[in-house]
């Protein structure tokens, strides 16, 4: 599994960006896949997380509403209304099952970060 994370920029608060995770081996077909992200000198958190067939999606509470995880071929995290405290390396991850997960240690592959940063 070779895993890409990509969209990642600078954008005004209030404004959107679309993350992309993609495998170019599409190896995570059939796995479920999740959203991390870690701030300067905070721990990773999850944000969103999507299963197999795209039918179960899960968020936290700080995003909910406001970020939508899809998938088709690659995954995508589409985040709206972003706020400074968004401001963070996002990393997405195959999970070890069908279904994603919470916790990063259900998962067994990490993409390389893309940083997005939200200004005020």
């Known amino acids: 599994v070779q895993l890409q994370a990509s969209g990642g920029g600078l954008v005004q608060a209030g404004g959107s960006l679309r993350l992309s995770c993609a495998d170019s081996r599409r190896t995570f077909s059939n796995n479920g896949v999740g959203w991390f992200r870690q701030a300067p000198g905070k721990e990773r958190e999850f944000v969103a997380a999507i299963s197999w067939r795209g039918g179960t999606t899960s968020y936290a509470d700080s995003v909910k509403g406001r970020f939508t995880i899809s998938r088709d071929n690659a995954v995508y995290l589409e985040m709206n209304s972003l706020k400074p405290e968004d401001t963070a390396a996002y990393y997405c991850?195959?999970?070890?099952?069908?279904?994603?997960?919470?916790?990063?240690?259900?998962?067994?592959?990490w993409g390389q970060g893309t940083q997005v940063t939200v200004s005020s």
């Open positions: 991850a195959v999970a070890r099952k069908s279904y994603g997960s919470r916790f990063a240690a259900d998962y067994t592959y």
